[in-house]
């Protein structure tokens, strides 16, 4: 799954450093209009936890459902190579525009809710690659009585349960606690 990642990150600062003028020159990602919106704009947190939690959510949940079906793990492989290509275009498109600056704002969009976030969805991924594996692999170790015993529905859907508790801590540090530190952040700019 770290290929996969970065595999996406690979393509997304490529991707960015080939179409430099759509990117940068043209293009409004990261750009003094926006910075400057989010320099002045000071988000609400019980008006922004609705939104990221609902956001949040709908990939743990989909992800949880993709898996049990035959296509969950390319489903998934997609997902991890976008979220690669998404970060690496996000942090090539900072560091062009900001230089060093640039990386400190990436640290301040992603703190501190990547320290719950990160091991959440990594846990998220692997939950799904297993369920995927022990439901449709042609032979597991326990050949079929794995996947017809009730302790396996259990443990996955209490695993499930502890990932979902994680990304909702996660969620609230992002709508209350980010918001701060990401306005102290720009400052800088």
Request: glycine share 10%.
């Amino acid at each position: 799954m770290a290929y996969l990642f970065m595999i996406g990150l690979f393509m997304g600062i490529l991707m960015v450093n080939l179409g430099h003028e759509t990117w940068i020159r043209n293009g409004n990602l990261l750009g003094t209009e926006m910075m400057g919106r989010l320099k002045n704009s000071r988000p609400d947190g019980e008006g922004l936890v609705g939104y990221i939690l609902r956001h949040r959510l709908s990939v743990v949940c989909l992800l949880g459902l993709v898996s049990t079906t035959i296509v969950g793990m390319p489903v998934l492989s997609a997902y991890i190579c976008y979220t690669g290509l998404a970060a690496g275009c996000l942090l090539s498109v900072s560091v062009v525009r900001y230089g060093i600056r640039g990386l400190l704002f990436m640290a301040g969009i992603l703190f501190p809710q990547a320290i719950l976030l990160i091991p959440a969805y990594i846990c998220l991924f692997l939950w799904a690659a297993d369920v995927n594996q022990t439901l449709y692999a042609p032979r597991t170790q326990l050949e079929g009585y794995e996947r017809l015993s009730s302790h396996f529905y259990l443990k996955k859907c209490s695993q499930m349960v502890a990932i979902a508790a994680v990304v909702i801590i996660g969620c609230l540090l992002e709508s209350y606690v980010n918001p701060n530190i990401l306005h102290f952040v720009l400052k800088i700019f």
